[in-house]
């Protein structure tokens, strides 16, 4: 069980059966009565985010959530395939739940899968990864205005905004939360 002092961002509670991660938490005091705490939570079955209000010292329960580290095999229609790198089970999620976290995933690269009573939900991958371009436009010599980028596709199939510098084959760093262009390798 946590407390409701236990709050922070990120934080994976359950409340009433249902699995929620916390995205934004206030402690307030109103003019009467005792101490309460204001949060936005995230469901995360539906990804619908809820205002829910608790009194200061509630207590809610603690999520039946395992992370297990996995490696992604390939793509079938809109399902992601997963292989446990422990048992060599392989586990199905559904696309539609990691966010757009799917578009940095490779054939063969370990990530972390958060399951919740068994069932993949999420995908967890580093904050940034390094990926080719696998194709973009040429960028014309003496192309050095700042902050003018052109779309570069990934290999991945993913598509990001790049430097006029970037060219096919290059390796480059890219912000997986935001999707952003962070430098060249």
């Keep these: 069980m946590y407390s409701t002092t236990d709050f922070r961002k990120g934080l994976k509670i359950e409340v009433e059966g249902t699995p929620y991660e916390i995205v934004e938490y206030q402690h307030f005091k109103p003019g009467k009565g005792g101490a309460m705490v204001r949060t936005k939570l995230r469901n995360i079955l539906?990804?619908?985010i809820q205002?829910?209000?608790?009194r200061s010292g509630e207590k809610v329960g603690r999520p039946d959530l395992e992370t297990r580290d996995m490696q992604f095999l390939y793509r079938e229609n809109?399902?992601?395939i997963f292989m446990d790198l422990t048992t060599y089970e392989q586990l199905t999620l559904d696309n539609s739940g990691t966010g757009g976290k799917e578009g940095f995933l490779k054939d063969g690269?370990?990530?972390r899968?958060?399951?919740?009573?068994?069932k993949p939900l999420d995908i967890d991958i580093p904050a940034s990864l390094i990926l080719e371009v696998t194709d973009t436009e040429p960028g014309a010599k003496g192309d050095t205005v700042s902050n003018v980028t052109k779309p570069a596709t990934l290999e991945t199939g993913l598509t990001v905004q790049v430097p006029l510098f970037i060219n096919k084959g290059?390796?480059?760093?890219?912000d997986t939360r935001s999707g952003e262009y962070l430098g060249r390798e």
């Design 78 to 80: 809109s399902d992601l």
């Design 109 to 111: 690269q370990e990530c």
């Design 170 to 174: 290059d390796r480059i760093k890219v």
């Design 46 to 48: 539906t990804g619908r």
């Design 113 to 118: 899968v958060l399951l919740y009573q068994g």
């Design 51 to 54: 205002d829910i209000t608790f």
